[in-house]
């Protein structure tokens, strides 16, 4: 299964997709997989599956002082991030992109969990979302925390 997804930085055919709870990825890119205790950089667009594919951040929209967009930056197996994006890039390589669907299990389980959206109104549209306790008690909890995010590995090195 290839990636193609019209108007992002994300329309390469080197692109993979892997589906969490499935046993299925495909991938190609070069370079070395990233072991643990490693400072990773990515890119990435999250959306929120419950919401129509709500975007609701983009390390493409975060910009340095010269218009680049900054890539997100942290340890490896540090716990800080949701476990979904630490297992898909476990087993990516440098340069290579895919498409992570995260189940609730894997995705936010508390608001301190990165990433965080920046903006203030995303980040309480997503959580009060995801958190619902009316359509938690209602079993809605497997659809509401259902994550998409595109990955791009950017770079990794020896802390």
């Known amino acids: 299964m290839v990636l193609r997804q019209s108007n992002s930085n994300l329309e390469r055919p080197e692109a993979s997709c892997l589906r969490l709870s499935l046993p299925f990825s495909c991938f190609k890119a070069s370079s070395i997989s990233p072991p643990h205790r490693i400072k990773v950089a990515i890119h990435y667009y999250g959306r929120l599956a419950a919401k129509q594919g709500w975007r609701f951040d983009s390390t493409y929209d975060h910009k340095d002082g ?69 359509r938690l008690a209602n079993g809605e909890g497997s659809t509401l925390g259902t994550l998409i995010f595109d990955i791009e590995l950017v770079s990794m090195r020896h802390q």
Do not use: H, W
């Open 66 to 134: 010269t218009g680049e967009p900054i890539p997100f930056e942290f340890i490896l197996g540090s716990g800080k991030v949701i476990s979904g994006i630490e297992t898909a890039l476990r087993s990516m390589k440098v340069g290579g992109i895919r498409r992570v669907i995260i189940p609730p299990s894997e995705g936010y389980q508390n608001m301190s969990q990165e990433p965080i959206p920046p903006n203030f109104f995303d980040r309480q549209r997503l959580f009060t979302t995801i958190f619902n306790p009316t």
